[in-house]
């Protein structure tokens, strides 16, 4: 190698290690300021989740406790990031009940289901589209098969999210449980027992669901008709019958008990 | 001063406060003391606050010359305090295990 070459291509070699040791350290620190609003984006939504006269007292309240549990964890960004996620979410689910909005009995039971099966919904969405695209780069020829796959798991997510969301099943065991099981089933293949098997109980399952929804509903339709009535004592026993160790209502028993 | 259905939660947190009815409370020091998350702990507060057993206050500070922003303190009302202890008594003597279970016949089992 000449020493002309040398000299040029040495300090192109060093210049492109700073150049690319500074772009990893901006990226590291984009991602990082990213991650740390988080928390603060989950109390922004939950603000919108509260009546506007209530908003600016409330987010005050929380965004100075963020500020505070992230004080508290300097230096610590994994801490900082778990805890603060952890508070604002929580914050983000029971938003209406902090408030005292008891305009939440319209969708009793259904909130956090539907706020956690659209954040799953998002997630899965991306994961197959990720998983299409990849497979797809790999090996061309998989992409209809890729696609079939990710088409299917995506309906079938919107089926369990939707029928979890419908009957306030917990969707934190179905989601996954129900992702597995269709991966699985994809996975042996089409007209396999497992595929086969996998469809019935699918099928046998959402009507199982729906069937539980229609009776929670009319339950629920009841039990306003109870409050509607006035008839408080008998809507805190089948309040406690039909949610057993729920304490969210105790605002609109509260107010039913106020009225004259 | 409302009545707040009272609950395990609801208990948890009142003994909280009756240990100093005194001491102004922050949410997250809460949290940490009942070892609830927000999501259970702020509504308890909103009820109680609401229903007129706790005041809840912003704190007097100079965001600026503080160097954060104002957070907010809980502390019970006079009433409050009456009440939270009535609850505690009531419900403690509800809920202490009857005689024949009492800590002698675990010993003596």
Redo the contacts between chains.
Sequence with gaps: MSATLLIVLVPLAVGFALARAVLADIANEEARTRLERIPFALLDLAARRVPTKQREDLT??W???L???I?RTEGLPLSRLVRGV??????L??AP????DLSRLRKLGTTAGRIASGALLAAAGLGALAGTLWLAAKNPPAVVIAGQVSVGLSWFTIGVMVAAAKTATPWWWLAPAGLSAGNFAMAAGPNSPAHIGFGVLFGCGVCYLLYKNRQLQRRIKSLKALIDAGDVSAFTREHDLLFPGC??C??I??TA??KP | M????I?L??LHVLRQFTEDVTKPR???DL?RATGY????L??????LD??GWLSRQ?EDIDPAEAG?????TYVLTEGGATRARQELAVNSAKLSPPPHLGLRSLRDA
């Design positions: 005050g309240e965004n100075a406790e500020d505070h549990i004080a952890r508070f604002a979410a929580g914050i689910l029971r009940d902090i408030a005292g304490t969210e105790a605002e028993i509260l008990q106020m | 409302d009545d707040v259905r609950t939660a609801v922050y949410g997250y949290m998350p927000s999501g259970k702020y509504p308890i507060l909103g009820r609401r229903a912003r954060r922003p104002a957070r907010y």
